[in-house]
C-alpha cells in the first residue's frame, strides 16, 4: 500500500513567519512530488511541483526533497492570511498513474 | 496552467436518481483523466482512472456498477452516480494530465453532490 503522510496540523505561524510543512512517503521509487494548495470547497491548486533531490524555489514558495529519506517539504516565506489552507502533498511513481495524496496540513497564518 | 473543466459545480438530487458529472480538458488532450472523491476533512481518495476508448480502471473497493466512467473522446469524461444515496455525498474532484510522461495534475472545480 503506498502512502503518503502528513501532519494534519494545525499549523499556526503569524504572518510575515516562515511556514513548513513536512511530508513523507513510503514507496521508495516515486519520482514526482507535488504540491497543492486547497481552500475550504475548492479543489486543489497545483503550486509546486519537484522531481530531483535538492531545492527548488518558485516566489514565497521552496520545495525540497530528499529521496534517501523518503521526504518532501514546503517553505511558505514572509506568510500571508491569503495563504491559509489545506496543503495536501501528492506523489506520483510511474507516469501515467494517479498521484497518491496525503490527508494534508492545515495552515493558518495570522494577521 | 492547462484548464480542466467540470460540471456541475452542485447537485441535489434524490435517493435513487442518478446523477451525471462532466469533466472536459479545454485547452489540451487528455488520455487519462482520474476521477476522486473527498469525504469532509479527508484527502482525496482515487476512485478510478479513466482511460479514452477503453474501460476505466477502478481502485478497490470502489463498485463499478454504481460509479459509470465514459471517455469517450480526449477532451471529455463522464461519471454518473447511478442509484444514488446519502453516503454518497461527497466531493467528487475530476484531474487530467497535460501529456504523457507528464505527471503534473490539473483538476476540475469539483462536485458537491448532496443526495437527501
Known amino acids: 500500500q503506498k502512502e503518503v503522510e502528513q501532519n494534519s496540523g494545525p499549523l499556526s505561524v503569524p504572518e510575515g513567519a516562515i511556514a513548513s510543512l513536512n511530508c513523507t512517503y513510503s514507496?521508495?521509487?516515486?519520482?514526482?512530488f507535488f504540491w497543492y494548495r486547497q481552500y475550504s470547497g475548492k479543489s486543489p491548486e497545483l503550486i509546486m511541483s519537484i522531481y530531483s533531490n535538492g531545492d527548488k524555489e518558485d516566489g514565497r514558495f521552496t520545495a525540497q526533497l530528499n529521496k534517501a529519506s523518503q521526504y518532501v517539504s514546503l517553505l511558505i516565506r514572509d506568510s500571508q492570511p491569503s495563504d491559509s489552507a489545506t496543503y495536501l502533498c501528492a506523489v506520483n511513481s510511474q507516469a501515467g498513474t494517479a498521484l497518491i495524496f496525503g490527508k494534508g496540513t492545515t495552515l493558518s497564518v495570522s494577521s | 496552467g492547462a484548464v480542466v473543466s467540470q460540471h456541475p459545480s452542485r447537485v441535489i438530487c434524490k435517493s435513487g436518481t442518478s446523477v451525471k458529472i462532466e469533466c472536459r480538458s479545454l485547452?489540451?488532450?487528455?488520455?487519462?483523466m482520474f476521477w476522486y472523491r473527498q469525504f469532509p476533512k479527508q484527502s482525496l481518495m482515487l476512485m478510478a482512472t479513466?482511460?479514452?476508448?477503453?474501460?476505466?480502471?477502478?481502485e478497490q473497493g470502489v463498485e463499478k456498477d454504481k460509479f459509470l466512467i465514459n471517455h469517450a473522446s480526449l477532451t471529455l469524461s463522464t461519471l454518473t452516480v447511478t442509484s444514488a444515496h446519502p453516503e454518497d455525498s461527497s466531493f467528487y474532484i475530476c484531474?487530467?494530465?497535460?501529456?504523457?510522461?507528464?505527471?503534473?495534475?490539473?483538476f476540475g472545480q469539483g462536485t458537491r453532490l448532496t443526495v437527501v
Open positions: 484531474s487530467a494530465r497535460v501529456a504523457t510522461g507528464t505527471a503534473e495534475a490539473f
Open positions: 514507496d521508495r521509487g516515486s519520482q514526482s
Open positions: 479513466s482511460n479514452e476508448g477503453s474501460k476505466a480502471t477502478y
Open positions: 485547452d489540451f488532450q487528455a488520455t487519462t
